[in-house]
């Protein structure tokens, strides 16, 4: 079956400290992986996309890992910004597919 | 910065009641998405529609739902007979291309709560 798992669940983390969030997935046959950020009560927005040859992939504070063959990714963020609480999604495209298959995501809390 | 919009944000409805969402997408794009987010779960696809026709759709997506491109702009999701377990966030995306590599736009969303 094809699914994207996100750990940790949930995070929290003091303000300027850095972080890792991971995803694992099993969708076949693999187009890409996207990782989206959502705030509360809105839609998703894009942060990194990559495809089966790229291995990182950064966007300013935030930095994309993937490791095609072990079919895991990770997300990056250096120095959070109290902005950066929000929930991180995985999300992976099945070629030959429109749909997008998402992870559950994790929830990203900043403290100052 | 062009973005989807979506209206209304929050639609509250009697079961069995009709319902229409709609969405302007970004004006160049021609692929449209709807997905929907029941609370605390995954974002999940709903249907893609492209020249005017459904390209893929889920198994949630049933006789119930319908999408629709009424004119050059819109582009609405319509539940026929909504039931409790409609409840959900739904989403609309649009990207330029279809989705393989190129980016999926998404709207603030709908908030649609059947009692």
């Known amino acids: 079956k094809n699914q994207v798992e996100q750990s940790p669940q949930s995070l929290i983390i003091l303000e300027g400290k850095n972080c890792t969030l991971q995803?694992?997935?099993?969708?076949?046959?693999?187009?890409?992986l996207r990782w989206y950020k959502q705030d509360t009560g809105r839609g998703p927005v894009s942060l990194t996309i990559m495809t089966f040859s790229e291995n990182t992939k950064s966007n300013g504070r935030y930095t994309a890992t993937l490791d095609a063959d072990t079919k895991q990714s990770s997300l990056h963020i250096t120095a959070s910004q109290l902005s950066d609480s929000a929930s991180y999604i995985c999300v992976v495209s099945q070629r030959g597919t429109d749909k997008l298959i998402f992870g559950t995501g994790t929830r990203l809390q900043v403290f100052p | 910065e062009p973005e989807v919009t979506q209206t209304p944000s929050h639609q509250v409805t009697q079961m069995g009641q009709e319902v229409i969402l709609r969405c302007v997408p970004i004006?160049?794009?021609?692929?449209f998405y709807w997905y929907r987010q029941i609370l605390g779960q995954k974002v999940e696809f709903l249907v893609s529609?492209?020249?005017?026709?459904?390209?893929?759709k889920s198994e949630i997506f049933d006789d119930q739902f319908s999408v629709e491109r009424p004119d050059g702009s819109n582009f609405t999701l319509k539940i026929r007979s909504t039931k409790l377990e409609d409840s959900a966030m739904y989403f609309c995306a649009s990207s330029e291309w279809a989705s393989g590599y190129n980016e999926q736009f998404f709207g603030p969303g709908t908030r649609l709560t059947v009692l």
């Open positions: 529609f492209y020249n005017n026709e459904i390209s893929e």
């Open positions: 995803c694992n997935y099993t969708v076949s046959p693999f187009s890409n």
């Open positions: 004006s160049n794009h021609l692929y």
